[in-house]
């Protein structure tokens, strides 16, 4: 009897022991960066991508916090749209939008962006996923009215979806060759780390908006 009540102890302690390593999963705040190759970490080590790297500037904040990629190079809003809903799975908490760009550099209707951004929108929101919707403006040599329609897009849909905006994902990289690949279009480690530094306020309020607070 002296060694059941031993073992029924143990076992008790072991459990009260979990519980408050269960608790600290349960209270991760689950996102995913869903995107194109700015996303996808193009050409870098993933360690060096967009999502591990704002992961980790939110963690130093204190923040229990984990980000999945699931950025895809060369995607465009149609191909999101496509893969959506098996690539954001049950239990995530928010996703950072991120698509257009690919769009805009084929000249795609913006009517189409805007529409297929707006049914992603609308999955995830009805899935109870919260969206921080990350902004991109369409290249100069696109012409004024492509420009104004498409830049248009995403305050648009923040405004009337109610979301968490950040304007524009490459604001102080584009046109900076330190912040840059050599293609000059993708950031470089210096770029990403510029984009977190940026965002990390944007991120900030859109986890507290994720908690409620």
Same mark, same amino acid.
């Given at each position: @009897? ?24 349960? &209270?991760?705040?689950? =996102? ?33 916090? /984990? ?7 060369? &995607?465009?809003? /149609?191909?999101?749209?496509?893969? =959506?809903?098996? /690539? ?8 950072? =939008? ?16 805007? #529409? ?28 004024? &009215?492509? #420009? ?29 060759? &330190? ?5 000059? @279009? ?13 965002? =990390? ?13």
């Amino acid at each position: @009897m002296r060694f059941k009540s031993l073992i029924t102890l143990l076992c008790i302690g072991l459990g009260l022991a979990a519980t408050p390593m269960q608790a600290a999963a349960a &209270d991760e705040i689950k =996102l995913v960066g869903f995107g194109d190759s700015l996303m996808a970490a193009y050409n870098l080590q993933a360690s060096e991508g967009f999502p591990a790297r704002l992961e980790a500037a939110l963690r130093e904040r204190g923040h229990n916090v /984990s980000i999945t990629n699931a950025g895809v190079s060369g &995607d465009t809003t /149609s191909g999101g749209l496509a893969r =959506l809903d098996w /690539s954001v799975p049950d239990g995530t908490d928010g996703v950072i =939008l991120e698509l257009g760009a690919n769009d805009a550099l084929r000249g795609l209707p913006p009517e189409k962006t805007r #529409e297929n951004l707006e049914a992603m929108i609308k999955r995830l929101q009805e899935r109870g996923i919260a969206v921080l919707l990350a902004g991109m403006l369409a290249p100069p040599n696109m012409g004024g &009215d492509y #420009e104004t329609k498409f830049n248009a897009i995403y305050p648009d849909l923040a405004a009337r979806y109610e979301l968490t905006l950040y304007p524009f994902f490459l604001d102080g990289v584009t046109g900076n060759p &330190d912040q840059l690949l050599s293609d000059g @279009m993708h950031p470089n480690p210096n770029g990403i780390n510029t984009m977190v530094e940026k965002i =990390l306020p944007v991120a900030e309020r859109f986890l507290s908006e994720i908690k409620g607070e």
